[in-house]
Nanobody, 124 residues
Framework: QVLLVESGGGLAQTGDSLRLSCAAS????????VAWFRQSPGRGREFVAA????????DYADFTKGRFAISRDNAVNTVWLQMSSLEPEDTANYSC?????????????????WGQGTQVSVSS
């Protein structure tokens, strides 16, 4: 069982940056691919970004448009999502998810462990 805890969300204005963190409870976290998803009312959960367990491969949703960057440090069991040039459309609850596999997918049903999420609200 891997417990995931997100942090770093909050209130932002258009153009601001935020860095989200996903901290894991287990040192076996290094064996898990990790993804970020987001959910907002009326839009459902959508894939944001993902990273392989070694960190050598990343994947991004088109809407990130080079504004977001995912990274990880397995020595501290943490994955980050750096978000820049935030837009009101980025307002959502952001969750990280993990699965014991080398490389991630974009499908939420593939992930076994989920955090509670952190809220990001961007005003214009």
């Amino acid at each position: 069982q891997v417990l995931l805890v997100e942090s770093g969300g909050g209130l932002a204005q258009t153009g601001d940056s935020l860095r989200l963190s996903c901290a894991a409870s287990e040192r076996t976290f290094k064996n898990h691919a990790v993804a970020w998803f987001r959910q907002s009312p009326g839009r459902g959960r959508e894939f944001v970004a993902a990273i392989s367990r070694s960190g050598d491969s990343t994947d991004y949703a088109d809407f990130t448009k080079g504004r977001f960057a995912i990274s990880r440090d397995n020595a501290v069991n943490t994955v980050w999502l750096q978000m820049s040039s935030l837009e009101p459309e980025d307002t959502a609850n952001y969750s990280c998810a993990a699965v014991w596999t080398p490389y991630p997918t974009r499908k939420e049903e593939d992930y076994d462990f989920w955090g509670q999420g952190t809220q990001v609200s961007v005003s214009s």
